[in-house]
């Protein structure tokens, strides 16, 4: 629960000097770059590397699923919860391997520096309790803490056997799909798996809870109704039951990745944001207006677009009622006017103009090397395979898949909205002018 009157709810937060905060960034430049340059961070994270996101991850999470229900496959998801994360992290373990990431003698010493003589004390009204040093974690809210987390657990997703493993920073998950055929197999893999996280885990002295992991089974209805009643797992002396849906990086995700469920929630949440600024909105002028909108609402609704954007039409319209009640609030456009004269004044695409938009610029990152390479290596150029110059050298290789599911992953669609973007953009030699042509060009088309 919630209550802040339960000690074990509550945090240490890091009041940090602003000249620290440059120091931290100028380190973790240096020392990201050379994990970086140098590979020296596993493949499995995502989190503190150059190109790489939240969204990123999610787009593989949603990909390798899709393509395994296209096979016929049901995947199983467990989004694993760890408690108290940063504050867990052992000093001496953590200087062993930052050693063992190559970090010289110097430069250890320097975050040994960095890690020890904090001292935390705890206020309640107007008494402040007698400051204790600090001997364990990383500073909450530092800008060092997610990569200095991140090498802590470096070696975390080499602990699984069956499974693959995916992180963010501390937000960790195992994927394994299997046969309706082979689901005995697949609770004795997964409790193999999840043992042995544990065991990693516990050598690291993190501490994984069980109760807050969530265990999912995505895969289509067909294949999903022939599994047994009973698909629990045992973790940590807990029985965990399957979830109908689940929290993963942000996104909702459902046992049938629709994300019906998502956009639920965040036509829900963005409608609650728009009606309370609707309320103040006099007390600003239309650009401040404008801003505060876009802050706090857009970019909301298009979080990790690129993964959703295959969810229904039925979707996609009730999201373009929210864009459209964002629009009249700021143009002050009526409620039976038409929507276009407003859109077009604030240089707004439609939403499903949008998505297009934003996956066509993804794409421009994984063509030319600014996405991970577990997202640009999906792609091939046809010029790669087929040696003479043809019409199509600058196309990518349509994949195959079987179903409408597999025709849902981004690997499908990015490829066919690439192959049919004209030439002209994808020659383009810059992301920051791709996007703003493209924009510029998808605006004065349905606008004209």
């Not at 919630?2 to 009041?15: D, T, V």
């Not at 997703?157 to 493993?165: D, R, T």
């Not at 049919?420 to 060009?441: A, C, Q, V």
Request: with cysteine; charged share 20%.
């Amino acid at each position: 629960d919630g209550n802040h009157e339960k000690a074990s709810n509550n945090r240490p937060l890091s009041l940090l000097t602003f000249l620290s905060k440059i120091c931290e960034k100028v380190a973790l430049n240096q020392f990201g770059s050379y994990l970086m340059k140098n590979k020296k961070l596993s493949t499995h994270q995502s989190g503190n590397k150059k190109h790489h996101s939240c969204e990123t991850l999610n787009l593989l999470t949603g990909d390798t699923i899709l393509k395994a229900m296209d096979g016929k496959l049901v995947t199983a998801l467990i989004l694993i919860d760890l408690s108290k994360a940063f504050d867990s992290v052992n000093h001496t373990f953590l200087l062993t391997k930052l050693s063992n990431v190559g970090a010289s003698p110097s430069v250890v010493k320097w975050f040994e520096s960095y890690l020890t003589g904090r001292t935390q004390s705890v206020r309640i009204g107007s008494t402040v309790s007698t400051p204790l040093p600090v001997s364990y974690g990383v500073p909450q809210g530092a800008i060092l803490s997610p990569l200095l987390f991140s090498i802590y657990t470096n070696d975390l997703p080499s602990s699984v056997h069956h499974s693959k493993l995916k992180s963010y920073v501390d937000d960790s998950k195992i994927l394994l799909s299997f046969t309706v055929a082979n689901v005995d197999c697949l609770k004795q893999q997964l409790e193999e798996d999840l043992y042995l996280i544990a065991n990693s885990c516990s050598k690291n002295e993190l501490l994984i809870n069980p109760g807050k992991t969530k265990y999912m089974l995505i895969g289509t209805r067909q294949n999903l109704q022939q599994l047994p009643v009973d698909m629990t797992i045992n973790f940590l002396n807990e029985t965990i039951t399957p979830v109908s849906f689940a929290k993963d990086l942000g996104m909702t995700i459902d046992s049938y990745l629709t994300y019906d469920q998502h956009i639920t929630n965040l036509v829900s949440s963005c409608m609650n944001s728009l009606c309370q600024i609707n309320r103040v909105k006099k007390c600003f002028d239309k650009e401040a207006l404008t801003l505060i909108v876009s802050a706090l609402v857009m970019n909301k609704m298009f979080y990790c677009s690129t993964v959703w954007s295959n969810t229904s039409s039925t979707n996609i319209k009730k999201l373009q009622l929210v864009q459209n009640f964002a629009c009249r609030i700021i143009t002050n456009i009526g409620k039976f006017d038409h929507i276009s004269p407003g859109l077009r004044e604030l240089n707004w695409l439609p939403v499903k103009e949008q998505l297009l938009l934003r996956e066509a610029i993804m794409m421009y990152k994984c063509v030319n090397e600014l996405a991970p390479h577990y997202l640009s290596d999906l792609f091939t150029k046809r010029s790669d395979i087929h040696q003479r110059d043809t019409r199509s050298h600058d196309s990518l290789q349509i994949p195959l898949y079987k179903t409408s599911a597999g025709q849902r992953s981004f690997h499908y669609r990015g490829v066919t909205l690439w192959n049919d973007l004209d030439i002209k953009y994808k020659k383009l030699d810059s992301l920051k002018t791709f996007k703003n042509e493209l924009k510029r060009s998808m605006l004065e088309q349905i606008y004209k």
